[in-house]
C-alpha cells in the first residue's frame, strides 16, 4: 500500500526543522533535564528527596514556560504543519471516496510495451472508484455497504 503522500512532497516542509517526534523528544528531554538539576541542586542543599522532588515539578513547570519558549514555539510548529499535513490527506481521501478524484497517479513503468492493439481512448484508461449506494439506502440498510458501478 502506498501512503498518501509522497515522501518527495513532505521532504520540502522538513527541510528546516526537525520532524515532529523529534521536536517532542527534544522538549521533553529539556524539561525532565530541568527537573533533575533543580531536584539536585535542592538536595544538596538539604531538603529531603522527595520534597525537593515535589518542589521541583512545582517550579520547573513556570521556569520551563520562560527558558524553552523557543523550543515550545516551535514544538507549535510542528504541531501545526502535522495537524495541517494530516487534514490535506483527510481530505484527498475523503474526495477520493466519494469518487471526486481518480486514485494518485501511478509512475509509469517503460518496461511495459503498449500493445497496438490495445484501447487507449479515455474511457478504457481511466480508472473510476467504485461509487458507494446513496445515503438513503445505506440508512435503510446499514449492513449492505456494497459498491455499486456506475
Known amino acids: ?11 520540502p516542509e522538513r527541510a528546516g526543522e526537525p520532524g515532529l517526534a523529534t521536536t517532542v523528544a527534544l522538549y ?3 524539561r525532565l533535564g530541568l527537573l533533575a538539576v533543580m531536584t539536585v541542586v535542592l538536595a544538596l542543599i538539604g531538603v529531603p528527596w522527595l520534597v525537593a522532588l515535589l518542589v521541583a515539578l512545582v517550579v520547573a ?11 515550545r514555539e516551535r514544538l507549535d510548529r510542528a504541531i ?5 499535513r494530516r487534514s ?12 471526486d478524484v481518480g486514485p494518485p497517479p501511478t509512475p509509469v513503468t517503460p518496461a511495459e510495451p503498449a500493445s497496438p492493439s490495445a484501447d487507449t481512448s479515455p474511457s478504457a484508461t481511466e480508472h473510476r ?9 445505506r440508512r435503510r440498510f446499514p449492513v449492505c455497504r456494497v459498491a455499486v458501478d456506475r
Open 129 to 137: 472508484p467504485p461509487r458507494l449506494r446513496p445515503a438513503r439506502l
Open 61 to 71: 513547570l513556570p521556569l520551563s514556560m520562560v527558558l524553552f519558549r523557543g523550543l
Open 1 to 11: 500500500m502506498t501512503s498518501p503522500t509522497p515522501p518527495q512532497a513532505a521532504a
Open 88 to 99: 490535506s490527506e483527510r481530505a484527498s481521501l475523503r474526495a477520493q471516496l466519494r469518487g
Open 80 to 84: 501545526a504543519a502535522s495537524t495541517a
Open 28 to 30: 521533553t528531554l529539556a
